[in-house]
């Protein structure tokens, strides 16, 4: 969409045929459907059910903050592929579903036909095959945790995407309509699964007691992981093939919509270079969140030290989601309360 918004030939081929779902959070948060309006489409509560802000709880404490400037989206991974489906067709994007690409012998086909390109832009996930083609694989990983997503049929509860931690990692909740939510779990033991993390959340159980499931379990990888590079000749790479930040940030359709629109501005320049310059640039914030919230997950102590703290400081935890949500800067943030920060996660009688 961004690139046919300045004016290129887009031909989008994949393996798979629409609907397309994944394992995914599917909450929006205000940044990213701003983003997204830039590409021309507009989603509210019809498409799914609106969220006022974030809450996180666990082991008896509990603190929300509303975003400052709009209002997030629980929205249906299929319902969102069909709104992009449907906006990329307005604008002209070509579409060969159920026609895997490959490279043999340095000739790229496409549903077993060759496909003459002047551009390749690898938007392929984590397993990217078309990163390994264009030899961009080196990489510094930083995190590796599992995600398990499903959906139960009922009574919306919260304003809130909830955000439950327990000692076998976390599950958040995204309403998604009226009467059905999305409950992604992760957990960074490989052993775990969506059961085990919500039985140790006894808040999250009751609730979903009795509840019908609406869909099957579908489960992923979750990685926070920096590659060297994005681009090589005439290949780039976009989305989590590019680079991720853990799914806990709830960043990844955001980051990949920025990158679309930056990949779009530096190819109508001529070339790769305004992306390859630009790219960690959008990273650099989610990832850095990713690490700390990575770390609590890693460290018991430090989650149940700090929601106490944060629940009796809810200031604070506003101003941490203006920065996870790009309304306040990092370096401010950690400048005015870093100090702060540390004495609640470090010391025992901070509350």
Same mark, same amino acid.
């Given at each position: 969409?961004?690139?046919?918004?300045?004016?290129?030939?887009?031909?989008?081929?994949?393996?798979?045929?629409?609907?397309?779902?994944?394992?995914?959070?599917?909450?929006?948060?205000?940044?990213?459907?701003?983003?997204?309006?830039?590409?021309?489409?507009?989603?509210?509560?019809?498409?799914?059910?609106?969220?006022?802000?974030?809450?996180?709880?666990?082991?008896?404490?509990?603190?929300?903050?509303?975003?400052?400037?709009?209002?997030?989206?629980?929205?249906?991974?299929?319902?969102?592929?069909?709104?992009?489906?449907?906006?990329?067709?307005?604008?002209?994007?070509?579409?060969?579903?159920?026609?895997?690409?490959?490279?043999?012998?340095?000739?790229?086909?496409?549903?077993?036909?060759?496909?003459?390109?002047?551009?390749?832009?690898?938007?392929?996930?984590?397993?990217?095959?078309?990163?390994?083609?264009?030899?961009?694989?080196?990489?510094?990983?930083?995190?590796?945790?599992?995600?398990?997503?499903?959906?139960?049929?009922?009574?919306?509860?919260?304003?809130?995407?909830?955000?439950?931690?327990?000692?076998?990692?976390?599950?958040?909740?995204?309403?998604?309509?009226?009467?059905?939510?999305?409950?992604?779990?992760?957990?960074?033991?490989?052993?775990?699964?969506?059961?085990?993390?919500?039985?140790?959340?006894?808040?999250?159980?009751?609730?979903?007691?009795?509840?019908?499931?609406?869909?099957?379990?579908?489960?992923?990888?979750?990685?926070?992981?920096?590659?060297?590079?994005?681009?090589?000749?005439?290949?780039? #790479?976009?989305?989590?093939?590019?680079?991720?930040?853990? &799914?806990?940030? !709830? /960043?990844? @359709? *955001?980051?990949?919509? %920025?990158? =679309?629109?930056?990949?779009?501005?530096? #190819?109508?320049?001529?070339?790769?270079?305004?992306?390859? &310059?630009?790219? !960690? /640039?959008? @990273? *650099?914030?989610?990832? %850095?969140? =990713?690490?700390?919230?990575?770390?609590?997950?890693?460290?018991?102590?430090?989650?149940?030290?700090?929601?106490?703290?944060?629940?009796?400081?809810?200031?604070?935890? %506003?101003?941490?989601?203006?920065?996870?949500?790009?309304?306040?800067?990092?370096?401010?943030?950690?400048?005015?309360?870093?100090?702060?920060?540390?004495?609640?996660?470090?010391?025992?009688?901070?509350?």
């Amino acid at each position: 969409m961004a690139l046919r918004q300045h004016g290129a030939d887009v031909l989008v081929a994949d393996g798979l045929k629409p609907p397309i779902d994944k394992a995914c959070g599917e909450g929006l948060m205000p940044d990213s459907r701003r983003q997204l309006a830039r590409l021309g489409v507009e989603l509210d509560a019809r498409h799914g059910a609106e969220f006022a802000g974030i809450l996180f709880a666990g082991d008896g404490a509990q603190v929300a903050a509303e975003f400052s400037r709009g209002r997030g989206l629980g929205v249906r991974r299929v319902v969102l592929h069909a709104a992009l489906l449907e906006r990329a067709r307005e604008l002209g994007v070509r579409m060969a579903w159920g026609a895997p690409v490959a490279l043999r012998n340095g000739l790229v086909t496409i549903g077993g036909e060759p496909c003459a390109h002047r551009w390749m832009v690898g938007a392929d996930g984590h397993a990217s095959r078309v990163r390994t083609w264009a030899g961009l694989d080196a990489d510094d990983l930083r995190s590796r945790r599992f995600g398990f997503r499903r959906h139960f049929r009922v009574q919306t509860w919260s304003e809130y995407v909830e955000i439950h931690w327990g000692d076998a990692g976390q599950a958040y909740v995204t309403p998604v309509g009226p009467e059905e939510i999305c409950v992604a779990a992760i957990t960074r033991q490989a052993g775990v699964r969506f059961g085990e993390v919500l039985r140790g959340l006894p808040f999250l159980a009751e609730k979903l007691a009795g509840a019908v499931t609406t869909t099957t379990e579908r489960g992923a990888v979750t990685l926070t992981r920096r590659l060297q590079r994005v681009t090589r000749g005439n290949v780039a #790479l976009i989305g989590d093939a590019s680079g991720s930040a853990d &799914a806990i940030t !709830g /960043e990844g @359709l *955001a980051m990949s919509f %920025r990158q =679309a629109l930056l990949l779009a501005e530096s #190819l109508a320049s001529g070339g790769l270079e305004l992306y390859e &310059a630009r790219h !960690g /640039e959008i @990273l *650099a914030l989610p990832q %850095r969140m =990713a690490v700390m919230m990575v770390v609590l997950d890693r460290f018991a102590w430090l989650w149940k030290r700090a929601l106490p703290g944060l629940a009796a400081r809810p200031e604070l935890f %506003r101003k941490m989601l203006a920065v996870h949500v790009g309304e306040r800067s990092l370096p401010q943030f950690v400048l005015r309360h870093g100090v702060e920060m540390g004495a609640l996660l470090l010391t025992p009688d901070a509350v």
